[in-house]
């Protein structure tokens, strides 16, 4: 039997346990692509955990937010160095604007590659604002935002390197991905070079699995020609 608790269940007993647990928001507004996202910051004294999450628009003080609602950022506050409640306060600032500088620049990048996807894609391309997807990626999410290209499968979306945010502002990239393959790109690239760089390995992906496929049929074809007459015996 499974007696792991339901997410929904550990974030209400989260934010309602005010002896053991502390949340921020941090209010992210006039993004580009996303519009606005909160980011919560999220410490259990029980667990000795001090976790990042996002979720898509602003949410008050006092606003119910489901965990389906949230996405995990790995790159969370590290308070530790602190000798001081000020001290504590002053890394908390820096850090907390590492990020919100992190979620902007991506944000903006990404509407950069607006344009160059809907050119290389033939056609009209989404804007997801979402914490899930139906393509895995090759790293974190940085934003609850994607661009999908539905006439070529494709999602473009920012991603992070995990961090502390003691380390400064976390590495970031734009990642392509369709079924099957994955690049992630810096985001200083040229998302024209990119969208060409990523649909000729796309290309090429989907050449090799036909290959692949012809083979596997190839093969299936002789043993059932083997076995058309009498069935084979096995080897001695």
């Known amino acids: 039997m499974d007696d792991t608790p339901h997410p929904d269940d550990l974030l209400k007993q989260a934010l309602t346990d005010e002896d053991e647990t502390a949340a921020v928001a941090l209010k992210v507004r006039g993004l580009p692509v996303s519009d606005s996202v909160t980011v919560i910051f999220h410490g259990r004294r029980d667990l000795a955990t001090l976790q990042t999450y996002v979720t898509p628009g602003v949410k008050r003080a006092g606003t119910a937010v489901r965990a389906s609602e949230l996405m995990r950022v790995p790159c969370d506050l590290d308070l530790a160095d602190a000798e001081d409640r000020e001290e504590a306060e002053r890394l908390y600032a820096e850090q907390a604007r590492a990020l919100r500088d992190a979620l902007v620049g991506a944000d903006t990048v990404l509407s950069v590659w607006l344009d160059p996807l809907e050119e290389l894609a033939s056609g009209r391309v989404q804007v997801a604002r979402s914490v899930e997807l139906d393509v895995e990626l090759p790293a974190p999410r940085l934003l609850p935002v994607a661009l999908v290209a539905p006439e070529r499968s494709m999602v473009v979306a920012p991603v992070c390197g995990p961090r502390t945010l003691a380390e400064g502002r976390p590495p970031m990239g734009i990642a392509c991905a369709q079924q099957g393959v994955a ?54």
């Open 183 to 236: 690049r992630v790109y810096p985001l200083p690239d040229d998302p024209e070079r990119c969208l060409e760089d990523f649909l000729a390995a796309a290309a090429e992906h989907a050449h090799e699995l036909a290959e692949r496929l012809d083979h596997q049929e190839a093969s299936v074809e002789r043993f059932l020609e083997l076995n058309a007459d009498e069935p084979l015996e096995p080897p001695e």
